[in-house]
C-alpha cells in the first residue's frame, strides 16, 4: 500500500512530460525572419531575377568574341538550270574571232544539288557598343539585386508586423482562459451566496452571462490565432497547417534619439536611393548607346561558299577581308531627336532620385517620432494596468467577504480585462513602429 502512492506520483510526472512533449515548439521572431528570408516565395522569385540579370551579363560578355553564321539549302531541282554564253561574250580578236564563236548553252545536270554558306566575323569597330552592352547588363543585375533586397525588407517588415499581431492575440487568449476561471470563481461565489439567501438569482444571471460573453470573445480570439498563425506559415514558406508557438514580447529598449544619423544610414542602406541612381545610370548609357549608332560596324569576316552537284560553278570558294556595315547613315535628324529623348529621360530619372531621396528622409522621421510616442504609451499604459490589478485584486478580496458589490467587482474586472488588452496592442504597437523604424532606415 505504501508504494500505491509513489505509484501515482509517477504516473502524474509521466503524463506531465508526456503533454510537454506535445507542446507546440517556440518560435521567435528572429528565427521567422531568418526563415523568411530564405523561404519565402516572393523572395525566391526576385533571387531568380538576380541569377537571369547575371546570365543576361554572361551572354552580352560573348559579343566580343568572332560571330558564326552557316546556312545549307539542298534539293532536287524540279527544272534543270540552264546558262546561256553569248557568241563574243569573252570578247572578239584578230587572230581567233570572237570567243566563244557560237552561243553555248550550258546546263546544270539532275539530281540533288546542295549550297553551303558559312561567315566567321570578329567585330572591330563594335567594341565599343558590346562594352556599353555588357555595362547595361551589369545595371540590370545591380536593379536586380537591389529589387530584391527591397522584397527581403518588404517580406520581413510582414513577417514581423503579423509575429506582433499573433503574440498579441496569443496573450489575448491566455487573459481569455484568466478571465474564465475569474468569472467562474466569481459564479461559484454568487451560487453559494444565492444558496445562503445573501444574494440575488439576478446577481447569479448576470455573472452567467458574463461568463458566456467571455467565452464567446476566447472563441473569437482563439479563430483569429489561427488565421494568424497560417498567414505567417505562408509568408515563412511552409506548410500552413505547422503549428508553433510564439515568445513574448519584452520591454521597450533604450529610443533612438539621434534623427541625424539615422537619416545618414538611411541614405546609405535604402534599396530606393540605390535604385534610383543605377536608374540615371542606365539612361545615361542608352545615351552612349545610341550614339554609338554613329559609328559604322567594321568586321574582320572569313567566307565560304559552296556548290555541289552544279556544274558549271566551282564547288568550294573562301574569302578572307573585311566587312563594313553603316545601318542609316543619313537619318535626316532621327538618331539625334533619339538622343535628345534619352537626355529628357536621365533628366527625369534624376529627378525621381531627388525625390526618392525626399521620401526616405520623410519616412525616416516619420517613424522616429512614431518609434518616441510608442514607447511613452507603453510606459502609460503599463502603469494603468498595474493600477486597475491593484484594485481588482482588492474589490475581489472585499467580495469575498460581502464588503463591496457584484456590479462593482464586474464593473472592475471588465476594466482591468480592457487595461490588459490596451497594453498588449500598445506592446504590439511599439514593437511594429520600431521594426518600421528599422525599416526606414535600411535594416532588415
Request: hydrophobic share 35%; aromatic share 6%.
Amino acid at each position: 500500500m505504501r508504494c500505491v502512492p509513489l505509484l501515482a506520483l509517477l504516473i502524474c510526472c509521466s503524463s506531465g512530460a508526456y503533454c510537454q512533449s506535445l507542446d507546440p515548439p517556440l518560435l521567435t521572431e528572429n528565427e521567422a525572419v531568418e526563415m523568411a528570408r530564405s523561404g519565402n516565395r516572393d523572395v525566391q522569385k526576385s533571387s531568380l531575377d538576380i541569377s537571369r540579370a547575371i546570365h543576361g551579363i554572361e551572354q552580352a560578355r560573348t559579343n566580343y568574341f568572332p560571330q558564326t553564321n552557316i546556312q545549307v539549302t539542298s534539293g532536287d531541282p524540279l527544272k534543270a538550270l540552264h546558262l546561256t554564253i553569248p557568241q563574243g561574250a569573252l570578247g572578239t580578236y584578230p587572230s581567233t574571232g570572237p570567243i566563244p564563236g557560237n552561243n553555248v548553252d550550258i546546263a546544270s545536270g539532275g539530281g540533288f544539288q546542295m549550297v553551303a554558306y558559312g561567315t566567321l566575323t570578329q567585330p572591330l569597330s563594335q567594341f565599343y557598343k558590346i562594352h556599353l552592352g555588357v555595362e547595361t547588363a551589369r545595371v540590370q543585375q545591380q536593379l536586380a539585386v537591389q529589387g530584391e533586397r527591397q522584397q527581403r525588407e518588404k517580406t520581413v517588415a510582414q513577417v514581423r508586423e503579423t509575429y506582433h499581431q499573433i503574440v498579441q492575440t496569443q496573450a489575448a487568449v491566455a487573459s481569455d482562459a484568466k478571465q474564465i476561471l475569474s468569472l467562474e470563481e466569481t459564479l461559484r461565489i454568487t451560487q453559494n451566496d444565492v444558496q445562503q439567501g445573501t444574494a440575488l438569482k439576478a446577481d447569479q444571471l448576470q455573472v452567467a452571462a458574463a461568463l458566456a460573453q467571455q467565452r464567446i470573445t476566447s472563441l473569437h480570439d482563439q479563430n483569429d490565432l489561427s488565421t494568424q498563425r497560417e498567414q505567417l506559415n505562408e509568408l515563412l514558406g511552409r506548410s500552413i497547417d505547422a503549428d508553433f508557438t510564439v515568445e513574448e514580447m519584452g520591454l521597450p529598449t533604450p529610443s533612438e534619439d539621434d534623427l541625424k544619423a539615422a537619416r545618414s544610414l538611411a541614405l546609405q542602406q535604402r534599396p530606393e536611393i540605390r535604385q534610383a541612381h543605377l536608374q540615371i545610370k542606365k539612361a545615361e548609357l542608352d545615351v552612349r548607346t545610341e550614339r554609338a549608332d554613329y559609328i559604322p560596324d567594321i568586321s574582320a569576316q572569313a567566307t565560304y561558299l559552296g556548290f555541289q552537284n552544279v556544274q558549271f560553278l566551282p564547288p568550294n570558294v573562301a574569302t578572307v577581308g573585311f566587312s563594313l556595315q553603316w545601318r542609316n547613315p543619313w537619318d535626316w535628324g532621327q538618331r539625334r531627336a533619339q538622343i535628345a529623348g534619352l537626355k529628357d529621360v536621365t533628366k527625369q530619372q534624376q529627378l525621381s532620385a531627388e525625390d526618392a531621396r525626399q521620401q526616405v528622409l520623410l519616412d525616416v522621421d516619420q517613424r522616429f517620432r512614431a518609434l518616441q510616442e510608442a514607447r511613452l504609451s507603453v510606459e502609460a499604459a503599463g502603469l494603468a494596468q498595474e493600477a486597475s490589478a491593484e484594485r481588482l485584486r482588492n474589490l475581489t478580496n472585499q467580495y469575498r467577504e460581502q464588503t463591496t458589490l457584484l456590479q462593482d467587482l464586474l464593473r472592475q474586472n471588465s476594466d482591468f480585462q480592457q487595461r490588459q488588452a490596451s497594453y498588449i496592442e500598445t506592446l504590439s504597437r511599439y514593437w511594429s513602429a520600431r521594426a518600421d523604424f528599422q525599416r526606414a532606415i535600411g535594416e532588415e
